[in-house]
């Protein structure tokens, strides 16, 4: 039978919650003698080298102790390395310098000046490459497959600062 309560809802018997079905159970399904309490094993990562240690050991291996050298005083600077997918290398060009190079077909020198000014410090090989061809200096090429998307356009990525000039690429 269904409740009242529960029709004006619109739902069955079938689809009522468990707890309807409990009531008047003493503890609920829970167990007399466990008890449902808030934090049976502790609260979060608690007893990872006690009462957990089986469950840390088979799937959070080496989540305890020390590895490497500690690095007292992180300085960000060294390690700042911009990067740019090769699908997006043309957002270094303006919309307008865009429209301009379409009409003079001249791709090749626009890039390159508009990329020298923002030195790229790495570029990866994700992406389609872009239609036209682009020049860009960077210190770091990643890896090879972006130098070769790059150049199957007919543009180049030179790796350091004096490597090739833009009188060089096709």
């Not at 305890?64 to 997006?88: A, E, I, Q, S, T």
């Not at 043309?90 to 923002?118: D, I």
């Not at 389609?128 to 860009?136: E, R």
């Amino acid at each position: 039978r269904t409740f009242p309560l529960l029709r004006q809802c619109g739902r069955n018997v079938y689809q009522q919650k468990k707890t309807r079905k409990l009531r008047g159970h003493v503890s609920h399904g829970h167990g007399r003698v466990g008890k449902h309490r808030k934090h049976p094993g502790g609260r979060g990562n608690a007893g990872g080298q006690h009462h957990h240690r089986i469950n840390f050991d088979k799937y959070h291996p080496g989540y305890f102790g020390k590895v490497g050298m500690r690095n007292y005083h992180v300085r960000k600077n060294h390690y700042w390395k911009p990067c740019l997918n090769v699908d997006k290398l043309w957002s270094l060009v303006s919309e307008q310098t865009r429209q301009k190079l379409t009409k003079r077909r001249k791709w090749q020198s626009a890039s390159h000046r508009h990329c020298q000014t923002r030195i790229l410090q790495a570029s990866w090989d994700k992406g389609v490459p872009p239609q036209a061809a682009s020049y860009c200096q960077g210190k770091v090429g990643s890896a090879v497959q972006a130098e070769e998307k790059v150049k199957s356009v007919g543009g180049a990525l030179a790796s350091s600062l004096h490597k090739c000039s833009p009188i060089n690429v096709h």
